[in-house]
């Protein structure tokens, strides 16, 4: 509890003040042994005296930098690695940093199973320009299976306000074989006229629907639902 | 003059901590100790200068620690400082920057 007080008072990194933790805790035992005493005060002082005497000689600690690892490990990979380093990547199942690498991976640039950030790429991925190997969301968001995005880009399904698709696409400005738009439309080049078709949302949308329906449940079974939660 | 003495030991106060490492393992309290006997009392400082010290010089590779078991009521088991290698040769290079600038420092000021 002392300890504890006393660190709180101090800016520096985690690891000084786990660091400070333990040897506050040797120091309190190392003088109770002199003094006979278990007043944590009458050996060391006030938490604010010695707060103050550590932070006087503790400058070039001071920091508000985070880097805090998990000691559990998981596949050789921290639990958790949780930094606000530039120069250090964090890398754990979750990971959290200004650069991140993990299953769970949150920041301004991850790379993970599941991606957030805002520069992102992962199997399904979250961020401002978003990439996935499945399902991505994002302002720019590309992925194979859907994409869901101010500007979106997938090969089976494009949400968003331009998207782009190879086989449906939804939104503002749509292009692909199945569509279902509000502004306008663009055929891709390399269909004809008959091959593509568009309908006007919110007017025509169950035959979209149901068009949508004959795509996923003939080709694409696994985002059927996918698609149906999105249209509803 | 206070500003002045507390400069000047906090200064020296890293190349002592070595030195007596250097002599022999201790712990924090029995550095404080010796710090406070061989100098006659003119060191007399408390845990709270004397731990962010070890901490330089131990981030700095000079010192390493080790764990010992004291017999008695200890929950904790005591931690003490050893030198290492680099440490050796550091306090070789600071002894000798020390003795050019002392010699040098009383020159001047016993200059008429």
Known sequence: MYARKVVSKIDCSYSVKLRLKEDIAIMLEERSSINNSKDPIFLLGSTTNLANELKENLDEYKSSDIDIKSNIRIFGLPLFHITNRKDITAKGIIAIGLKSIGVISVGCFSTGFISFGAITAGVISFGSISIALLYSIGGIAIAPAIAIGGIAIAKSLAIGGLAVAKEVSFGGITCSKLMAYKDSFIIPGNLDEGSAVAYQYPTFIDDFKRDARVIFSQNYNFIKLSIINALR | MDTFNKQLK????????????????????????????????????????????????????????????????????RKYYKVTVLGKEHLNIMTRSWDQFSDIVSKILKEE
Not at chain 2, 29 to 48: A, D
């Open chain 2, 10 to 77: 906090k200064g020296i106060l890293e190349i002592l901590v070595l030195k007596i490492i250097y002599n022999e393992d201790v712990y924090g309290y029995e550095l404080i100790k010796k710090l406070e006997s061989e100098s006659n009392g003119l060191f007399l400082i408390k845990e709270g200068s004397l731990y962010p010290i070890m901490y330089r010089l131990e981030d700095k590779g000079f010192i390493e620690h080790y764990r010992k078991e004291v017999e008695g009521k200890r929950t904790v088991p």
